[in-house]
């Protein structure tokens, strides 16, 4: 998402969103909106699993992420 980020603004290219994961602290710097985890969380429900002894089946597990919006996103055209 960096490597195109710089590209989109280096083209003066204001028109394109772009999105990363996993909001690094380089995100919060570069402006990168980012779809954020909960690491801890993730790490312990792993942890837990693999204490509790998890067998197959394999078991579905959704966490909740959080949306960090920052300037490299813009509302559709025509919609701001």
């Given at each position: 998402?960096?490597g195109g980020?710089?590209?989109?603004?280096?083209?003066?290219?204001?028109?394109?969103?772009?999105?990363?994961?996993?909001?690094?602290?380089?995100?919060?710097?570069?402006?990168?909106?980012?779809?954020?985890?909960?690491?801890?969380?993730?790490?312990?429900?792993?942890?837990?699993?693999?204490?509790?002894?998890?067998?197959?089946?394999?078991?579905?597990?959704?966490?909740?992420?959080?949306?960090?919006?920052?300037?490299?996103?813009?509302?559709?055209?025509?919609?701001?």
């Amino acid at each position: 998402a960096f490597g195109g980020l710089r590209a989109l603004r280096e083209l003066g290219r204001g028109d394109v969103s772009v999105v990363g994961f996993d909001d690094v602290d380089a995100a919060r710097i570069a402006g990168l909106t980012t779809v954020a985890q909960r690491l801890r969380e993730k790490g312990e429900t792993a942890g837990r699993l693999l204490v509790e002894g998890a067998t197959l089946p394999a078991r579905e597990f959704i966490l909740p992420v959080e949306l960090r919006v920052r300037d490299s996103t813009r509302p559709p055209v025509g919609q701001g």
